[in-house]
């Protein structure tokens, strides 16, 4: 999420934006602050429980209430998995600083392969050309060219 | 009950007079109090009947066991009996407290105020507690076993959303990852990757978002991020050429791309379990894969769109589905088409597989007839350049004046690449089939230069790489031996140093232009007189008349070095075109004579020896050999043969004049 703008008074769409991302940040910590608090109550319940009392009826009582308060703590911690996944997919999407800093890393990184590619294929094309005439004047001043008049004559 | 019913009657609940005394006093009886009261009708309820039952049953048992002491004794105890006698006995006494209570209720008279549980004993307590124990530890166990389950499960998903999401967050890193909230279900967040360029976007161009922009991202399995493609979807550019010149009966077929013979297309991670940097290395290779497919499909669009435009060196000859053939100028034809990508998309496509077979010929075939014409003439190359050379330019016009200019005025401070001059950005195609037909016609050129070198031994040919799409350039090259050059030194009266090299520059561009040096102007032979020298001599040909040309241009060459060496040495010689001629004494001529044939098989400049007694008519040309005894055929002569010849004419000629 970007939070850069969380705090921030801007005008007209900013604002909005920004309002709404604090609202969101909102939204998430208190979802958060009931999970952990769900997870940390039930935890404290199923621990004082340990105690056996003399009333079986009241051991049943606490046995049943302790599966419940398992259930919830299991829901909480699945509600605490989708709320991170929220935020992997809100990061996903909303990285624009870094996505723009890696991209034009990137494009300087390839315009400057472009650059020595096309310095490398100029180079390629003299040497190209150098030894293309060097040949050239070997293989006329050789044997296999003199070999090659001969067989036609 | 012994079937005597007794009947009791209760007194009324009035106060009788008990007695009265003496002095008239009436004496009551006291109150009975509510215990006291209880305790009678307690007392009232005759229990003799269960007793003489318990009484007469004791008294059966004992006859019986009286009676069976003797089986008793053979037969063992059973050993719950006794525990069956208590519970008996216990059922008789809650039988007879129940009667009781029920009997005082009904009668309204007596209330059960409660039960006490009897106390119970410290084992009976430990036991309860025991038990409550083992129960409550069994919870916990349950709630263990729960709490691993749910871990386990809880942590296979954290595993699988971090394969996906860290996956995800790499594709972004080149690709543009997008969402659609509307198409999220379950297991499928709505990802999908754009690959349409958006700096594209031009009006006048006017680019269709292809069918294979969006590709979306899904699970797999295993929880990795995957990318199905519909099938037939990728297909890409494919180039060939098309010739009905018998000559050059060759028909380049045109190779079967495929993305990868062990890559699947689909983008699921198959068989063996791969390791996540491979998955994405994987749909990165599938997702440029398709960004190229695209770039194809509008490279494809624009070609179209510029073949119905009436331009300078397109014309249109077929057009089916996914196909265009073009006619070059140079007796070629080419097509252009956009194939399926994998092998069985392509037979599956009917219609694309029949365009292609109706346009090319088997690779096999192709081979085959290019070995044959190797066999023949082993100098006789294929003038239609490379396939996939041509598709590369094919793509790099369009790309570098398109796409890339297009990004240009968007960011409007790249800077210009510099190469290839400016090209007309309307007429792109135009271009490329210009540039096709040049390089046909320059490779029919070089066929025919290489030709003619190949038969002179004294005439090298020298590339000049122009790096311009349509322009070729080369030189033919005379020069004097080393031998010469120094025997010329050691015998050279003058200080001039005559001339050792001769070239003859050959231009391609849209015509064939030739430029000689230090030749007499052909061209001015027809004018005026062969006298008329310029330094270079430039003029425009077709390719039939270069080979003539070009000899005829070297052949003058190699006389005016003759002529010029002859001078060095202090003899005088007339020059004419292709001849070069002394002075005998009694006004004969001896002439050394240039015949140029392009056909000559064993060399295209052999030599003849004229000699002429005055009496022919003067610039006539002795063509017909019908005299042998004036003219001599040298042969086919090196330039040392040649100089060493006109050594020898000029010390006849000397021999001569001192004579």
Redesign the interface.
């Known amino acids: 999420m970007n939070k850069g703008g969380a705090g921030g008074i801007g005008r007209g769409p900013t604002a909005a934006a920004a309002l709404a991302a604090a609202q969101k940040q909102k939204t998430l910590q208190q979802r958060v602050d009931n999970d952990i608090g769900t997870l940390v109550d039930s935890f404290k319940f199923i621990v004082n429980v340990a105690r056996v009392n003399d009333q079986p009826v009241r051991n049943s009582h606490e046995a049943l209430m302790m599966k419940m308060r398992a259930s919830r703590m299991v829901q909480s911690a699945d509600s605490l998995l989708k709320l991170v996944s929220e935020l992997k997919q809100t990061t996903t999407l909303s990285r624009f600083s870094t996505l723009n800093d890696h991209v034009e890393q990137r494009t300087e990184e390839l315009n400057q392969l472009a650059d020595e590619t096309d310095g490398m294929l100029a180079r390629i094309g003299d040497d190209a050309a150098a030894s293309l005439t060097e040949l050239e004047s070997h293989y006329y001043s050789s044997a296999i060219g003199m070999n090659q008049i001969d067989n036609i004559k | 009950m012994d079937g005597n019913m007794e009947i009791s009657v209760d007194k009324l609940p009035i106060k009788r007079l008990e007695s009265i005394e003496e002095n008239g006093a009436e004496r009551f009886p006291n109150e009975v109090g509510y215990e006291e009261r209880r305790l009678n009708l307690i007392h009232r309820i005759d229990f003799g009947w269960a007793v003489d039952r318990e009484d007469s049953a004791k008294k059966h048992k004992k006859d019986t066991s009286a009676t069976t002491t003797t089986s008793k004794d053979a037969t063992k105890p059973w050993p719950w009996k006794s525990l069956v006698e208590n519970l008996q006995a216990a059922h008789q006494e809650l039988s007879v407290i129940i009667d009781l209570i029920n009997t005082v209720e009904v009668n309204d008279a007596v209330t059960v105020a409660g039960m006490t549980r009897p106390k119970q004993l410290p084992n009976e307590l430990l036991s ?2 025991a038990v ?2 083992a ?2 530890l069994q ?2 166990r ?2 263990g076993k ?2 691993k389950q ?1 871990a386990k499960g ?1 942590e296979q ?2 595993a699988r ?1 971090a394969r996906f ?1 860290g996956a ?2 790499r594709l ?3 690709w543009k ?3 659609h909230r509307m198409a999220a279900t379950p297991g499928n ?1 709505g ?1 999908y990757i754009d690959l349409f360029d958006n700096s594209l976007y031009d009006p006048a161009a006017s680019f269709r978002p292809s069918t294979m922009s969006t590709v979306w991202v899904e699970h797999d399995a295993a929880g990795m991020l995957a990318i199905n493609l519909p099938q037939k979807a990728v297909r890409s550019l494919q180039f060939g050429f098309l010739c009905r010149n018998s000559d050059t009966a060759a028909i380049q077929a045109s190779r079967i791309k495929a993305v990868g013979s062990d890559q699947d297309p689909a983008g699921e991670c198959k068989k063996e379990p791969e390791s996540d940097d491979d998955c994405v290395k994987n749909k990165h290779a599938i997702l440029r894969e398709v960004h190229r497919a695209i770039f194809d499909e509008q490279v494809f669009d624009l070609v179209n769109r510029e073949a119905f435009n009436p331009s300078l060196g397109v014309n249109i000859t077929g057009i089916r589905e996914n196909y265009l053939e073009l006619n070059l100028s140079q007796g070629a034809s080419v097509f252009i088409s956009l194939m399926p990508h994998k092998h069985e998309d392509r037979v599956a496509d009917s219609a694309d597989n029949q365009n292609s077979e109706s346009a090319l010929v088997r690779s096999e075939f192709f081979n085959d007839s290019n070995a044959k014409d190797r066999t023949k003439d082993p100098r006789k190359k294929s003038v239609f350049p490379n396939r996939v050379s041509c598709e590369i330019f094919l793509q790099q016009t369009f790309h570098e004046h398109v796409f890339v200019q297009a990004k240009k005025r968007t960011t409007s401070g790249g800077k210009m ?1 510099s ?1 290839q001059p400016t090209i007309d950005r309307s007429n792109l195609l135009g271009h490329f089939c210009m540039s096709l037909a040049h390089r046909i016609f320059s490779n029919k050129i070089l066929r025919e230069l290489d030709d003619l ?3 002179v ?1 004294y005439v ?6 122009t ?1 311009n799409s349509r322009t070729s350039s080369w030189t033919l090259s005379v020069d004097v031996p080393q031998s010469i050059i120094y025997a010329s030194c050691q015998t050279q009266k003058s200080d001039k140093k005559a001339k050792t090299q001769f070239r003859t520059k050959v231009l391609v561009n849209d015509c064939i232009k030739v430029e000689g040096e230090g030749a007499p102007n052909v061209v001015g032979l027809f004018k005026g007189t062969s006298e008329r020298i310029c330094s270079i001599n430039r003029y425009d040909c077709d390719l039939a008349d270069l080979p003539m040309i070009l000899l005829q241009q070297i052949a003058s060459q190699i006389i005016r070095w003759l002529h010029a060496e002859a001078l060095m040495v202090g003899i005088k010689a007339n020059r004419d075109f292709l001849c070069l001629s002394f002075e005998l004494e009694q006004g004969e001529t001896l002439g050394l004579v240039a015949h140029v044939n392009p056909e000559d ?3 295209c400049i052999s030599w003849w020896l004229v000699m002429d007694d005055g009496f022919t008519e003067e610039g006539k040309l002795q063509s017909q050999i019908s005299d042998t005894h004036n003219r001599k055929f040298l042969g086919h002569l090196s330039l040392d043969v040649l100089y060493s010849t006109l050594l020898d004419l000029v010390s006849l000629c000397s021999g001569g004049s001192n004579h």
Request: proline letters at 7%.
């Open positions: 309860d507690l409550s124990t129960t409550k919870c916990y349950h709630l729960y709490f749910s809880l998903q954290i959303e999401y995800l967050i972004q890193q080149n990852v997008k969402r967040e990802f690449h190469g070198v190949s038969r031994p090298h040919l020298i590339s000049h790489p790096w098989p064993l060399g």
